[in-house]
């Protein structure tokens, strides 16, 4: 996985990052989006147009951001 979205996501869930996605790859969950690995083609252009500062990439998370990685691997886990 490339980008994480992290917390600011749950308080703002602004969007932007959905339209410049070149391979619709950011879904909405409940409480955040969240960024579908194995379609992620590590682009970038998701974490330039966020309002927020929520998208990292995930060799730069910091341990109180770890939670976030595992958040969304459960999501995509219960998609499929």
Do not use: H, N, R, W
């Amino acid at each position: 996985m490339a980008f994480v979205i992290t917390e600011p996501c749950q308080t703002e869930k602004a969007g932007e990052c959905t339209t410049v996605c070149p391979v619709d790859c950011i879904v909405e969950g409940p409480d955040q989006f969240y960024i579908e690995p194995d379609i992620c083609i590590d682009c970038g252009a998701c974490k330039a147009v966020c309002p927020v500062d929520a998208i990292e990439e995930e060799y730069d998370l910091t341990p109180d951001q770890e939670v976030f990685l595992e958040k969304a691997e459960a999501f995509f886990a219960e998609e499929s």
